[in-house]
DNA sequence: TTAGGATATTAATTCGTCAAGATACAAAAA
DNA sequence: TTTTTGTATCTTGACGAATTAATATCCTAA
């Protein structure tokens, strides 16, 4: 990789630098909510997967959430326990799981998905619509990259729900 | 808070979103980068801290870091038996605890540092520097937007290292 | 059939946190 | 003064959360 001139690096160190505070300020303050709703960030995303685009084997949100084969039975199981999933078999494949939520889950997440909205939208309104546009652009752009440099074995993704 | 329209509320989910997958790609690819030195994110920046700024006592790196009270021995102990840093007594305050760099952990630090700033730079690599300054903009403006009205109890910070 | 790989779980282990405790300082009361 | 009360700092030991390595079951293709 070609190396940058010091003054180049000295932007670079700043610009990580302002990431990582805004990262952990979002993020924390986001992961907060969820917390208050007896969730964390992880098992949230795992509902908003399963309430939009329905039920999901365990090796696939293992996989999208680069969640260890080791770790997914206990969070599933977590989320189990609260009764906002279940674990149903694949017809055809005796080794899959399938994990859908219950028709608690769904009216959890019926009641609890607008008031984070609402959050998202409160730490957001910091910046202004057309600024948002243009985070939207270059941050894709910056995480294409990585992402792509790194993934020389999944070419195949899908692309048309980029970084998903 | 004031309420977003649908529209808008759609904008600052698309944002968020690609939000969390740049910073995944990003902080992922330098956290695996750090972890090649045998270390991990949260150690790196204790190192940089004193490497930067000199000795600090236990706790003001424990408050920099959120890193609870409990915790910090636990993490000072581990970058101490790797011989980076030391504990020494601060004259004046028993109760305080010094953590400063060995020369090891100097050394250390001079060898990997440039490394890992190549690494960001790497990674930063598919923005242009136009691009990058107005990041710094606009990511500086949300995370001291969430700070400062979450911090209703810290408004005497150190405003001059903003974020810091 | 059999060999190899995919999928999920279990058990052991590691990691980090919390609550409680030990010590020291500082400020107010006696 | 000295005593008391409250607070700050750090560590300890018990605990829970999350990962790894090993295991059980099942599928696919040679």
Redesign the pocket.
């Known amino acids: 990789m070609t190396e940058r001139d010091a003054e180049g690096q000295a932007l670079d160190l700043r610009l990580i630098r302002v990431m990582r505070n805004m990262a952990s300020a979002l993020f924390g303050s986001l992961e907060r909510d969820i917390d208050s709703y007896g969730l964390?960030a992880?098992t949230f995303q795992i509902l908003e997967l399963l309430y939009n685009k329905g039920p999901h084997?365990?090796?696939?949100i293992?996989d999208k959430f680069s969640?260890?084969?080791?770790?997914?039975?206990?969070?599933?199981?977590?989320l189990e326990k609260k009764g906002y999933v279940e674990?149903l078999p694949?017809p055809?494949?005796?080794?899959?799981?399938?994990v859908t939520l219950t028709g608690e889950g769904r009216s959890y997440f019926d009641n609890i998905f607008p008031k984070h909205a609402q959050t998202i939208s409160d730490n957001l309104s910091f910046a202004t619509d057309e600024e948002k546009l243009e985070l939207i652009a270059v941050l894709k752009k910056i995480g294409y990259g990585i992402s792509d440099r790194q993934g020389k074995g999944n070419e195949n993704e899908n692309r048309s729900d980029p970084l998903s």
Chains 1, 2 share one sequence.
């Open positions: 964390s992880e084997p365990i090796q696939k293992s969640i260890p084969s080791g770790s997914i039975t206990y969070v599933v199981d977590k674990r694949i055809g494949d005796r080794r899959k799981t399938n």
